[in-house]
């Protein structure tokens, strides 16, 4: 079975601060997806990243960055030089194809960043 | 605007009432999903519909009663709901059969059951 932990439950950062939210996750699958999504006070999770089991290689886009290992089945994601804008709830995601040809999801419970003016 | 709208956004209702969630999406996707955000939960998958058929129904009380008439809608009809359904019940769709891809959520619709 699929599962997402999230175990930082918020954190408070002060602006300028780089923050590192921890994902880790546990599957059968060789191939799947990860996935991170933000989720704004206004409710609905925006996608930022895809990842597959098959590249590990880190990425950057801006200030946000990603780790994928493997061998620690961890995905985390870093933002450097946090903004007030980046106040969010983060979810880790995780992604198998299921029998029905859908895309089945599993989320992490989220981490509640707030950034600090 | 976000390519899946959802209405209403809030919802208050009482534990003997009958009303409906409604979501459209204007993606071109055929895969729509509903997922139910308590407190401090993981996004609970509720049901999913693949090209208009129900293909999951992750064992969700028959309280809630999905309806998918054609790829771009998706209802969700409640009744006789208790105060512990009180929750943000978002809706996504993505490109069918390929689970490599986003998903795309509205905005959700805040329910309370008083």
């Known amino acids: 079975a699929q599962k997402v932990t999230q175990a930082q439950t918020e954190i408070s950062v002060v602006e300028k601060e780089d923050v590192t939210l921890d994902c880790v996750y546990e599957?059968?699958?060789?191939?799947?997806?990860l996935f991170w999504y933000k989720q704004p006070p206004s409710g609905e999770l925006v996608f930022l990243i895809r990842r597959n089991s098959f590249d590990e290689q880190n990425e950057i886009s801006g200030r946000y960055s990603w780790n994928f290992q493997k061998s620690t089945s961890s995905f985390n994601f870093t933002i450097t030089a946090s903004q007030v804008v980046d106040s969010a709830v983060y979810f880790c995601?995780?992604?198998?194809?299921?029998?029905?040809?859908?895309?089945?999801?599993?989320f992490g419970t989220g981490t509640k960043l707030q950034v600090i003016p | 605007e976000t390519g899946v709208t959802q209405t209403p956004r809030h919802l208050v209702m009482g534990m003997t009432n009958k009303k409906s969630l409604k979501c459209e999406q204007h993606l071109g996707h055929n895969a729509m999903y509903w997922y139910k955000q308590s407190a401090k939960k993981p996004l609970e998958l509720m049901f999913v519909y693949n090209f208009k058929e129900q293909t999951e129904n992750n064992s969700v009380p028959s309280r809630f009663s999905p309806e998918c008439p054609n790829s771009s809608h998706l209802f969700l009809h409640l009744h006789t709901l208790q105060p512990e359904d009180s929750a943000l019940y978002l809706c996504?769709?993505?490109?069918?059969?390929?689970?490599?891809?986003?998903?795309?959520f509205g905005e959700g619709s805040r329910l309370t059951v008083l």
């Open positions: 599957t059968r699958d060789t191939t799947y997806y």
């Open positions: 996504a769709s993505s490109q069918e059969r390929i689970y490599t891809g986003e998903l795309f």
């Open positions: 995601a995780l992604s198998e194809a299921a029998p029905g040809g859908y895309q089945k999801v599993t």
